[in-house]
């Protein structure tokens, strides 16, 4: 089964991914994660991305697809997998579709993890830090005093990627890019709609009822 996992940031991505591999014993594929495999490999394509990280530009789509393809065709692959932060755009969407079918391949569902921007602003603002590198959650693992660690004493702070207005401009940037692409799935009966507010066992559930 080739899988497609999209979701905000905050939606619990990761969390299904990994209860998805234990079930069904493929892979998940994160983007990031090959293409600095590719690059520290050394592998011919992981040559030709370092040129433009190296550069501080924009890894080019082709070669990006071109990472994909050399993944997708490992052993544990041949079940299929879980491909996570990619596609972004509509582009790289038709450009994957090309990719697989000149091997035979298709993708079988998009799963689409969806939550309310309320909810997860709530969830990506609510961690705190500690000098002395503990982490707290206001609603999933709180303080006894608020601001205070419960360790050493000390003010709390927030990372400045996890304050509301960073967090609203990655959710902006998210919905702008993903909207095309939930269409463009969509259009072609693969997309799979998931409420992501539940447990994580719930939203579990029916990711595995939607793409049995």
């Not at 298709?106 to 982490?135: N, Q, Y």
């Amino acid at each position: 089964m080739n899988l497609i996992l999209l979701g905000p940031p905050g939606a619990g991505k990761g969390t299904q991914a990994k209860k998805m591999i234990d079930a069904l014993q493929i892979p998940q594929i994160s983007t990031g994660d090959i293409l600095r495999a590719a690059v520290k490999g050394g592998t011919a394509m992981g040559i030709e991305a370092k040129k433009y990280m190296d550069a501080g530009q924009l890894v080019p789509d082709s070669v990006v697809i071109g990472i994909i393809d050399d993944r997708l065709k490992e052993d544990d692959c041949v079940k299929g997998f879980i491909l996570d932060g990619f596609p972004r755009t509509v582009d790289q969407a038709a450009s994957l579709a090309d990719m697989l079918e000149k091997g035979g391949r298709k993708i079988d569902h998009v799963v689409s993890i969806e939550v309310p921007d309320g909810d997860l602003l709530a969830r990506l603002t609510g961690r705190w830090m500690c000098t002395c590198g503990a982490s707290f959650h206001k609603i999933f693992n709180p303080s006894k005093v608020d601001e205070v660690c419960d360790l050493c004493g000390a003010n709390l702070y927030q990372r400045d990627d996890d304050k509301e207005a960073a967090i609203k401009v990655r959710l902006e940037n998210y919905h702008n890019q993903t909207a095309p692409l939930i269409d463009f799935y969509n259009s072609r009966s693969l997309l799979r709609s998931i409420p992501g507010t539940g447990s994580p066992d719930d939203i579990y559930t029916a990711i595995m009822a939607v793409i049995d």
